[in-house]
């Protein structure tokens, strides 16, 4: 009774805020359908996401809701992942002939901005990190480099504060409520220097203990961007019949650069000086680390893009890991923007062992 006391409290304040932030607020609505076909060796199948975003705005107050509908065709019990969140945010699944529908929540969120702070409650996500492949320091948000849409991270129910100290550092507190009902909890403090920005990021829950770091700058006159960060990560792992407290450290090292062409290049390797074998992966899928768990010690990366004129744009990703377990992942795409409503893409998803090499064709209505 307790906890569900507690969730109704959250609940209460969110709409509280909300309704505030109603209250002839200026009001902006956006519409996006994006539909998949994929195919790979043994099925083909269709996924659509329908989307509609509505912001609201008034004086200091603001809110957002961001709501989908997914539908996939062509494939029994598809995996989705579930966030980690006290709130059902996602319907019950409506099964039909070779296919499946449902609903969910993608973020719900209210606040208030000043020139000195800023305070968010509800569905939010959680910004941390510098890296463009991997997030070791993210374990709120963590993105998944191999996925189809790799920036489409799970909700956080959260509060989050951001006081600005000065014009050159700000910090920030965090409490987030998971499934479990139990708190995880963060504190960050970011300062902007002339010789770059750097980030330090305590994580504390139950389960695991996260100490952080974020460097990034200009290296001199180059036009060459350089970035790190790293994780000290206490955690509990899951055995098959116990679990065990492990220490993680994580890093990672990157730097971009635009030609003058308009071809740019990322770059990135990460360190782990741990890896996991398959078995413990799966049985820590629901982990607050789970992106942590690598399967092997040494990561190199690398996003290539280049845009042949205002329409079409292409890229490749790859990345090929060391050490431990070796393997490589390869994915190219090609984009053609026909106007500021419409874009087709076609890719592939390509990588070695038991993982399915998948090609895909987008269309992204917006509007």
């Known amino acids: 009774m307790v906890k569900l006391l507690k969730v109704k409290l959250f609940i209460s304040l969110l709409l509280l805020l909300l309704g505030t932030s109603f209250l002839n607020a200026d009001t902006q609505t956006r519409f996006e359908n994006s539909n998949f076909t994929l195919s790979d060796t043994q099925e083909h199948y269709n996924y659509n996401r329908s989307r509609l975003r509505v912001d609201y705005q008034q004086e200091n107050y603001f809110a957002t809701l961001i709501g989908d509908v997914l539908n996939y065709y062509g494939i029994d019990s598809p995996l989705i992942a579930v966030a980690d969140t006290p709130l059902a945010i996602k319907s019950r699944q409506k099964e039909y002939e070779n296919g499946s529908l449902y609903a969910k929540v993608h973020r719900l969120y209210g606040g208030y901005e000043d020139e000195d702070n800023r305070i968010v409650l509800g569905l939010q996500n959680i910004t941390m990190g510098v890296g463009r492949l991997w997030n070791p320091t993210n374990i709120f948000n963590p993105r998944y480099t191999y996925a189809l849409e790799p920036d489409e991270t799970l909700p956080v129910l959260a509060l989050s504060y951001t006081r600005h100290l000065s014009s050159t550092s700000d910090i920030s507190l965090i409490a987030s409520q998971k499934n479990d009902l139990t708190y995880k909890y963060a504190l960050r403090y970011k300062s902007f220097t002339e010789y770059g920005d750097i980030a330090f990021n305590t994580i504390l829950s139950e389960q695991t203990t996260m100490l952080g770091y974020e460097l990034e700058s200009n290296l001199a006159d180059t036009g060459i961007e350089v970035r790190s960060e790293g994780a000290y990560v206490n955690a509990k792992i899951k055995q098959i019949s116990s679990s065990e407290e492990r220490e993680l450290y994580q890093a990672i ?61 292409l890229s490749v990703s790859y990345i090929e890991s060391f050490i431990t377990h070796k393997s490589h992942f390869v994915s190219p795409n090609v984009t053609y923007t026909l106007n500021d409503f419409n874009s087709f893409s076609l890719g592939a998803l390509i990588q070695d062992g038991d993982a399915k090499n998948i090609l895909y064709f987008n269309y992204t209505l917006s509007f």
């Open 253 to 313: 090292l990157g730097a971009d650069y635009g030609f003058v062409n308009g071809l740019n290049l990322t770059l990135e390797a990460l360190y782990s000086s741990n890896a996991f074998n398959q078995r413990e992966i799966l049985l820590n899928s629901d982990s607050e680390i789970f992106s942590n768990l690598s399967d092997s010690q040494l990561y190199v990366g690398g996003v290539l893009s280049y845009p042949l004129n205002i329409f079409l744009n």
